[in-house]
């Protein structure tokens, strides 16, 4: 019983001491936190991400300017009074900013970190109002001090179903990137002008075309065939002589002339797949590979036919001509005797005179 009363005297004394020292050090962690908290805000840094972007928009200013507007002021804070759940909403509710995350440092320094929206595409609509689209679909309002290098989307109609403007915006977004990844296709195409429910065509800077494309599908195989008819036709005749192409049927191009002038034979190639009525009078040009030419999507060009009836006369007169020139072989003589020796001569005699006595 005394060794029981021992061990459970010595338990309360270790658990008491214990206990005081969690105390201690929690009283001095809560009066340093306490003392901590009531310094006042060193100063606030504000990060952009993505600065090396080229469409980096927005300064640090922007974004501090944006908590001032609200009433706001850092400077006069504490850190136990600063809300930074309140300032990190504030920040998000601009537009062109993507998300951003507020947090005070062991120093005291109010820290904003922000990601920007990037914008793919600005969009010019039918009501007159103008407005930028990230990867996302998301509108932004215009810059006040920027214009942006991207894609130029016109005629854009905004309809009540939600659901078909962001097909339309995704359709916008997909064909933006893929102009904006290529140097020449970036130079080249200008403006790209909406027709009804995802259909584009495009306007281009060589030869101010205009290029019907229709809708999203096989977008990268129409444009490479659209590239071949440079190459192949442009480059050739000029890049002035046709004012609308067509690439919106597989493996062709359909070129309507420029007015006042007619295209050579040789640059027209059979239809491979039937034209619509608008497009009857259209020059249609195969980008299909020959079969002895296995590259892929090159404009061939259908040669002229040589003039059967002219090869026909040659031929005939090639015919004529020897039997006009034909002329008999001349008889071969025969070979003459040869010539007798002496005494052949006088044995021949000789019988002659035997033949006389009988």
């Not at 990844?181 to 970036?186: A, G, I």
């Not at 281009?204 to 440079?230: C, H, P, W």
């Not at 919106?248 to 797949?273: C, M, N, Y």
Request: hydrophobic letters at 40%; a positive charge.
């Amino acid at each position: 019983m005394e060794n029981q009363s021992k061990i459970s005297t010595r338990k309360v004394k270790r658990f008491a001491v214990v206990s005081l020292v969690l105390i201690v050090f929690s009283a001095i962690l809560i009066a340093a936190n306490r003392k901590q908290s009531d310094k006042p805000i060193a100063g606030t840094r504000v990060t952009l991400k993505h600065q090396d972007r080229e469409e980096n928009f927005l300064k640090t200013k922007d974004v501090e300017d944006l908590i001032s507007q609200q009433g706001i002021n850092v400077d006069n804070q504490t850190i136990a009074s600063i809300n930074v759940d309140e300032i990190e909403r504030i920040v998000q509710s601009n537009p062109w900013i993507k998300e951003a995350q507020v947090f005070v440092d062991n120093k005291g320094t109010l820290n904003i970190e922000v990601a920007q929206r990037l914008p793919v595409a600005r969009i010019f609509a039918q009501d007159g109002t103008s407005f930028y689209i990230d990867t996302a679909g998301f509108e932004m309002p215009l810059s006040q001090n920027y214009a942006y290098s991207v894609p130029v989307f016109t005629n854009y109609v905004k309809q009540a179903n939600d659901s078909i403007n962001e097909h339309n915006k995704r359709s916008m977004v997909y064909l933006s990137s893929i102009i904006k990844e290529d140097s020449f296709w970036n130079a080249q195409i200008t403006q790209v002008d909406m027709e009804g429910l995802n259909n584009f065509n495009f306007y281009t800077t060589l030869g101010r075309q205009k290029v019907r494309f229709g809708d999203t599908s096989a977008a990268i195989e129409k444009l490479d065939n659209l590239m071949s008819f440079y190459k192949d036709v442009s480059n050739k005749i000029g890049w002035d002589r046709y004012n609308v192409l067509d690439v919106r049927f597989k493996g062709q191009v359909l070129a309507t002339p420029s007015i006042g002038w007619v295209p050579p034979k040789d640059t027209a190639a059979e239809v491979t797949a039937p034209a619509p009525a608008e497009a009857q009078n259209l020059v249609a040009v195969n980008t299909k590979p020959a079969p002895a030419k296995p590259r892929e999507n090159a404009v061939t060009v259908k040669k002229p036919e040589p003039v059967k009836k002219v090869a026909a006369k040659a031929d005939l007169k090639k015919k004529e001509a020897p039997k006009k020139a034909a002329v008999k072989p001349v008889a071969k003589a025969k070979p003459a005797a040869p010539a007798k020796t002496t005494a052949a001569k006088k044995a021949e005699a000789d019988k002659n005179k035997k033949d006389k006595k009988k």
